[in-house]
């Protein structure tokens, strides 16, 4: 019978330790406005003060009136898309947990590398013929230097 309640005490203890886990993910997702980061809407990228510079240049650029920050930050089609959120979310959810984010905010090589497919998807045509080595990122133009204020305007 000894046995048995240590397995017990064991159990009970795993449990509760799943139930403040949970509880707290759940409360954390609610209380970082979780849910607004799985749609299109470019205010969700302001629930974090680091963003504001960012999207109040978008509001001023001349991409406002046709891309979100999805558009052009995020994968377009469907598992690609919600994977980099998740991905994204993480990292950014640490980084303001742990307040070891890079400041001013830099764009990981990765998300780089959709930025510039997603300028492709859009101005593929219209820059077909300097864009010569589309997904050899080691010979391929790179878009963002020369148009960096393109999607989020004015800097002040």
């Not at 809407?41 to 302001?46: F, N, Q, Y």
Request: hydrophobic letters at 35%; a positive charge.
């Amino acid at each position: 019978m000894k046995s048995l309640s240590s397995l017990n005490l064991v159990a009970i203890l795993l449990y509760c330790s799943a139930g403040i886990f949970i509880g707290l993910s759940v409360y954390t997702f609610y209380y970082a406005q979780g849910a607004s980061y799985l749609s299109n809407e470019p205010k969700a990228c302001v629930n974090c003060h680091i963003m504001r510079e960012q999207y109040d240049g978008w509001q001023k650029a001349s991409h406002h009136a046709v891309a979100t920050c999805n558009d052009c930050h995020i994968p377009h089609r469907f598992i690609p898309k919600y994977l980099a959120k998740l991905k994204n979310g993480f990292w950014h959810s640490k980084g303001f947990t742990f307040q070891d984010f890079h400041e001013p905010i830099r764009i990981h090589p990765e998300n780089r590398l959709t930025l510039q497919k997603n300028c492709l998807y859009c101005h593929g045509e219209l820059v077909s013929e300097i864009a010569t080595y589309p997904g050899d990122n080691r010979r391929m133009l790179d878009c963002i230097p020369c148009h960096r204020n393109v999607g989020h305007g004015p800097t002040q």
